[in-house]
């Protein structure tokens, strides 16, 4: 039932040009948001898009009907003078393709990503392995220069035994002086 509404569905769309890929604006109304808000996305890198030769992003429909699952796109040669078309008339088989093109290279995309972190962290552990064992080098030659001189500084000699010193006597003040007399 569903791929004969699907087959008249693309015997109605004969000879309208289902384009591809969307610039910003196309693929704004085609989602019914904001055009910031694609360019938004493309820049967070949640929609993937391919750089024109003008270096404006393209966004393919598949890729935009990821984001965006009630997708429509407007057919023919001027938007706005035909009518809208859900983008899941064209066949089912295309739909699922495409999608699986577009997540092939959301995948890709996100595995290329962690390669590069998985190799940053690679790297940073290699530089801290060899800051460790540049520490733990510096550490021993301390240790090395520390017993050197140890060796080099002569033994004090072992304190005298201290005898109690004997008691000093009172001061004694001018009277006593003069008497001779202790106080």
């Known amino acids: 039932m569903r791929n004969r509404y699907a087959y008249g569905r693309m015997q109605q769309l ?19 948001v904001n055009r910031s808000t694609i360019y938004r996305k493309v820049k967070k890198g949640e929609i993937s898009s391919t750089p024109d030769a003008s270096g404006n992003p393209l966004i393919h429909v598949a890729e935009l009907q990821r984001v965006y699952p009630k997708l429509t ?5 001027a938007l706005g003078q035909t009518p809208q078309v859900p983008h899941d008339a064209t066949g089912q088989m295309h739909n699922a393709t495409a999608r699986m093109h577009a997540d092939n290279r959301v995948l890709q995309v996100q595995l290329e990503a962690k390669d590069r972190e998985a190799e940053d962290l690679r790297r940073q552990l290699r530089e801290e392995k060899e800051r460790h064992d540049e520490t733990r080098a510096e550490k021993a030659r ?6 050197e001189a140890q060796k080099r500084i002569p033994a004090l000699p072992a304190p005298a035994e201290v005898t109690p010193a004997e008691e000093p006597q009172p001061k004694r003040g001018f009277m006593a002086w003069l008497t001779g007399k202790a106080s």
């Open 14 to 32: 004969q000879g309208v040009r289902m384009q591809a890929e969307l610039n910003l604006s196309e693929a704004a109304k085609a989602a019914g």
């Open 73 to 77: 796109i407007a057919t023919g040669d």
């Open 142 to 147: 301390f240790l090395d220069m520390l017993e």
